[in-house]
């Protein structure tokens, strides 16, 4: 590098407020600060890298400490005006907080801080990085940034304000710069290049602006480079493409025709060529996927928008308009989302290139799968052929307060079989009997008994006795013997007591838990909500709920015989054992005997006869 030689970024740095590329609405405000002599005693720049946040500060430090100052128009000629250019500290101290972060550092600003200015108005500390200062740093300058002697000015900067104390930053009037659009910064280059007479197209100027993100120190700096290769022939997009290991339009257009084709075997050919020139898998997948996103924008976005958001020439937007029916959003936003996956994935493997070849196919064969026509032709298919159902399982639920079975259809009538005999036992004889169904009659047989309501106080009763046998508190029990449920269920367990007083006790902590937690082991769930009060209308007492009658079951004409009770039968050996009782026994007196009940049967009279006995009141 020659002796005189001075970097582009550094040689075209604006001197001015005037000169800032963009930023439009923190050169007014700073405008009219210095105009209205409203100038703040502590700044906090805060923005992306490249936006102008240093130049900015070195600015305002001119027009304070200028001669002519404050004024937005520096001399830039003054001795003050030199020293910031040249970065000589004498009343403008630069500080980087990245090698300057600790507390002593911060107490060595303010010991120097009483001195007056020697040769402008204004004392000013610029620290960069703010951010990386240490806590007890930050907290040493608090008091000092809040009331500052006098004709002493901060200006922080910073590309990460959240890690700024919030302590600093409510002392500050705060600067947000912003990312400077391409167009912007396309101007800016296409204005050196003309300075400094370097043959660069257009295209090429676009190429540069859309790889510095918004930083216009980037774009320069990158102007430099490419500066060299302008001698012999004009700078185009391929050359700054080659520069950055950026691949072709074209060669992506082509790439991404094969993908949408579902051509793998073409899509690998001209991958192997791509990654033969020199680039790396994952720069060739970064630059397929902002073609995709290119893609999207096309796809659902107006002109205007695109052109925008694109930066593309007429020619490349044709491309993709004429690509663009060719698949639908979603499939787009899935090869983005399956792109973005692999290079992940490239970034963690130490074999690159078999998962970049692994990646190319797998979005080609994806693109076919994803069709949304042949996804709806497979819905109709499946719900148009016969699917089998698996079996379902009826569960039952915990708690039927009441229950009615469905009625059993009717069986559909057999075809006539010819007759069968079957041996069946008369009632008072046991040798089997020939007959036929067809001689038995249909009114004989036992009829299907119809489904009863369930009682809900008989499952409320049950469901009651298994919520106390889970109560562990020996106290909690005895006081629920006194209680009535009222509702027991999974979503609700309802207790009631007569007494206000048993109420409240039930309602105590360690009562109330114990209730809740055998709630929650009988339904196996947990937080049942467990409500305790006093009887209200419709309560339903489990105790003078009347169990409703069951239907008697229905017994065959011949089997009424066999299935009667026997009466016991009375041998002579039980008379003779009797008489001999009685001749043993001494004679007694008379007594009045009770007057016999009335409602004494037949058989309690045939034993009262046998063994002489009597009815003791």
């Given at each position: ?14 001197q ?14 700073l ?5 209205l ?12 890298r ?5 130049s ?5 430090a001119?027009s ?7 004024t937005?128009?520096?001399?830039g ?7 910031i ?10 500080i ?17 801080i ?9 004392k000013i ?8 200062l ?14 500052p002697?006098k ?6 900067a ?5 890690k ?14 912003r ?9 800016h ?13 257009d295209?090429?100027l676009?190429?540069?602006a859309k790889?510095?993100?918004g ?11 490419v500066?060299i ?16 290991g ?8 082509e ?15 001209i991958l ?10 994952v ?5 397929l996927?902002?073609?995709?996103k290119?893609?999207?924008i ?11 958001l694109?930066n593309?020439?007429?020619a ?13 959003t ?20 130490t074999?690159?290139?078999?998962w ?5 196919i ?16 497979r ?11 698996a ?12 229950s ?18 079957e ?5 008072d ?9 067809e ?18 106080s008989?499952?409320?009763?049950t469901?009651?006795?298994n919520?106390l ?20 269920a ?7 007591f ?8 039930a ?5 109330k ?16 909500p467990v409500k305790?009060?006093?009887?209200q ?8 709920v ?8 229905v ?13 016991p ?9 009797v008489?001999?009782v009685r ?9 009045k ?6 409602f004494e049967?037949?058989q ?12 003791i009141?």
């Amino acid at each position: 590098m020659g002796e005189n030689y001075i970097p582009l970024y550094r040689k075209y740095r604006p001197q001015k407020l005037e000169e800032i590329v963009g930023q439009e609405h923190i050169k007014q405000a700073l405008t009219n600060a210095i105009n209205l002599g409203k100038i703040s005693h502590a700044y906090l720049f805060t923005g992306p890298r490249g936006t102008g946040k240093t130049s900015t500060a070195r600015i305002l430090a001119k027009s304070l400490n200028c001669v002519n100052g404050p004024t937005v128009s520096p001399c830039g000629k003054c001795a003050s005006c030199v020293d910031i250019t040249n970065t000589v500290p004498i009343d403008v101290i630069e500080i980087d907080a990245a090698s300057n972060r600790k507390v002593e550092d911060a107490q060595n600003i303010l010991e120097k801080i009483q001195y007056v200015p020697v040769n402008g108005k204004y004392k000013i500390y610029i620290i960069d990085e703010v951010h990386m200062l240490t806590n007890t740093a930050f907290n040493a300058l608090l008091k000092t940034l809040e009331e500052p002697p006098k004709n002493v000015v901060f200006i922080l900067a910073t590309t990460e304000s959240h890690k700024v104390l919030d302590t600093i930053k409510s002392r500050c009037q705060r600067f947000d710069f912003r990312r400077i659009t391409t167009d912007d910064i396309a101007k800016h280059l296409r204005y050196i290049a003309d300075k400094e007479n370097i043959n660069i197209s257009d295209g090429a100027l676009y190429s540069i602006a859309k790889n510095s993100a918004g930083g216009m120190r980037d774009s320069i700096a990158l102007l430099d480079q490419v500066s060299i290769l302008g001698e012999s022939k004009e700078i185009t997009e391929d050359d700054i493409n080659n520069l950055l290991g950026r691949i072709s339009f074209d060669i992506l257009h082509e790439m991404a025709e094969y993908i949408i084709q579902s051509n793998a075997i073409d899509a690998v050919k001209i991958l192997e060529k791509v990654y033969n020139s020199g680039n790396e898998p994952v720069q060739i997948l970064t630059n397929l996927m902002y073609y995709f996103k290119n893609l999207l924008i096309v796809k659902n976005c107006d002109s205007k928008t695109v052109i925008d958001l694109t930066n593309l020439n007429e020619a490349q937007l044709k491309l993709l308009e004429e690509q663009k029916d060719s698949l639908e959003t979603h499939q787009i936003v899935f090869l983005i989302e399956k792109t973005a996956d692999y290079i992940k994935e490239i970034k963690m493997t130490t074999n690159q290139q078999m998962w970049l070849e692994v990646g190319i196919i797998d979005l080609a064969n994806l693109t076919n799968n994803t069709k949304l026509l042949e996804l709806q032709n497979r819905l109709q298919a499946l719900e148009g052929g016969a699917v089998v159902q698996a079996p379902v399982r009826h569960i039952v639920p915990p708690i039927q307060q009441s229950s009615v079975s469905k009625p059993i259809p009717k069986p559909e009538p057999e075809p006539v079989k010819p007759p069968v005999t079957e041996h069946v036992e008369a009632a008072d004889s046991k040798e089997p009997v020939e007959t036929k169904k067809e001689d038995i009659k249909e009114e004989e047989f036992t009829p299907m008994p119809k489904a009863k309501m369930t009682d809900p106080s008989t499952d409320i009763r049950t469901l009651w006795s298994n919520l106390l046998s889970h109560i562990k508190s020996p106290s909690t029990q005895a006081l629920l013997k006194l209680a009535n449920p009222v509702k027991i269920a999974p979503d609700e367990v309802v207790i009631t007591f007569k007494q206000a007083i048993f109420v409240k006790q039930a309602n105590e902590g360690n009562k109330k838990t114990a209730i809740m937690e055998a709630a929650d082991e009988m339904f196996s769930q947990k937080d049942t909500p467990v409500k305790i009060r006093t009887p209200q209308d419709g309560d339903v007492e489990i105790g003078k709920v009347a169990p409703q009658p069951q239907p008697k079951p229905v017994t065959p004409p011949e089997m009424r015989k066999t299935l009667a009770p026997k009466e016991p039968e009375i041998t002579d050996k039980d008379i003779q054992e009797v008489e001999d009782v009685r001749q043993a026994e001494p004679e007694k007196k008379t007594e009045k005997q009770p007057e016999e009940p009335d409602f004494e049967s037949d058989q309690s009279k045939m034993i009262k006869e046998l063994f002489d006995g009597k009815y003791i009141n």
